[in-house]
């Protein structure tokens, strides 16, 4: 059944949702910079360095917006580790291009920006009013992102293999301890009524030197 799940037995052709390119595009629509950016605190440009340092370092932050007048729109930024005597807006820093991202940028460009910058600003409409660290690519939302890369990896091996061994041979390039577990999970299965085939109670996992994990 797992390979008929994949593949048509009576056309031959790649089922809905079971192609790469579906499930990728799937996670990368899905799963965006609103998942996970955080509100942007900001501060007035003619507030005291020190007084914001000190907010900041409560905060756990290490980035401000900086607003010309309050509740007004952000005009640049300040890093708590520049921030002296003064104020705000000795330090302030100009929000170039490349640190401007949309809300509904896609997980896999911001692991790509964030490469090689420790931060980006989110702009929503004319507004910047979020912020995403490297930290937050540590949230739920990416590791679900990251879990699915993984479980459509495995799927693929599946099929792949099914596809190249017929009639069970994959068995000839496996451990009996693996098959066995396979096998005990199986049964597990059938008990539950769970339409599954044997190979897919397999466990993917990496061989390092020799020693399987």
């Given amino acids: 059944m797992g390979y008929q799940l994949w593949t048509s037995p009576v056309t031959g052709y790649r089922r809905i949702g ?3 390119s579906d499930i990728r595009s799937l996670f990368d629509k899905g799963i965006t910079a609103v998942a996970i950016f955080e509100a942007l605190k900001s501060c007035a440009a003619d507030g005291k360095a020190e007084e914001i340092k000190r907010l900041l370092s409560k905060r756990d932050f290490d980035v401000a917006g900086v607003m010309e007048s309050k509740n007004g729109k952000v005009v640049g930024y300040v890093q708590k580790e520049d921030l002296q005597s003064g104020l705000v807006k000795d330090y302030l820093r100009v ?17 790509a920006l964030l490469k090689n910058k420790l931060f980006l600003f989110v702009l929503n409409k004319s507004r910047v009013d979020g912020i995403i660290t490297r930290a937050d690519l540590n949230k739920p939302p990416v590791r679900i992102y990251l879990f699915g890369l993984v479980s459509l990896l495995e799927m693929h091996l599946g099929f792949w293999a099914q596809d190249s061994y017929k009639n069970e041979t994959w068995k000839e390039n496996l451990s009996e301890g693996r098959i066995k577990a396979a096998e005990e999970l199986f049964e597990d299965r059938k008990t539950r009524n769970q339409e599954i085939g044997l190979f897919e109670c397999l466990q993917f996992g990496v061989a390092i030197n020799g020693i399987y994990f």
């Fill in 95 to 111: 929000i170039t291009p490349e640190l401007l991202i949309a809300d509904s940028t896609p997980i896999p460009e911001l692991f």
């Fill in 18 to 20: 079971t192609r790469f």
